[in-house]
C-alpha cells in the first residue's frame, strides 16, 4: 500500500496450509500485501495459516475473488467408531474442509510508529 494511503479495513483470513503458497503468491501479484501468522484449526487441529491484510474500502472483492480462485474445498475422511458396535470398529466419516475464511472489520485507528 502507497504510504499516503492508509487502511481503513482489516481483513482477516484463515486458509488451509495446503492453499497458501498458490493465495499468496496470487495476492502479491495483484500488489496487495499481507501478514502471515501460523494458525491451527480447532475441530481437526489442521495447519493453517492466518493472513492480516489492511486495505481500504473498494479491495474487498478482489481480494475475496483472488481466495476464491486459489483457496478450494476438499473432502477428507476422519474416522470415528462407530456407536453400539461390540468392537471399536471405525467408520470413515466425511468432511468438507479447505477454502478461506473471511473477517472483514472497520479499523478506527492506524499508526506506523
Do not use: H
Not at 29 to 37: A, D, Q, Y
Amino acid at each position: 500500500m502507497p504510504p499516503n494511503i492508509k487502511p481503513n479495513r482489516l481483513m482477516t483470513v484463515v486458509v488451509q496450509e495446503q492453499d497458501i503458497d498458490a493465495a499468496m503468491r496470487a495476492l502479491k501479484k495483484s500488489g496487495i500485501e499481507s501478514t502471515r501468522l501460523a494458525s491451527m484449526g480447532g475441530f481437526l487441529g489442521r495447519r493453517s495459516v492466518t493472513l492480516l491484510i489492511g486495505l481500504v474500502s473498494g479491495q474487498e472483492a478482489e481480494i475475496i475473488d483472488i481466495l476464491r480462485q486459489n483457496c478450494r474445498t476438499r473432502v477428507e475422511y476422519v474416522t470415528i467408531p462407530l456407536e453400539g458396535s461390540p468392537l471399536p470398529l471405525p467408520a470413515p466419516t466425511p468432511i468438507t474442509v479447505g477454502g478461506a475464511t473471511i473477517f472483514v472489520v472497520d479499523v478506527e485507528r492506524y499508526e506506523e510508529v
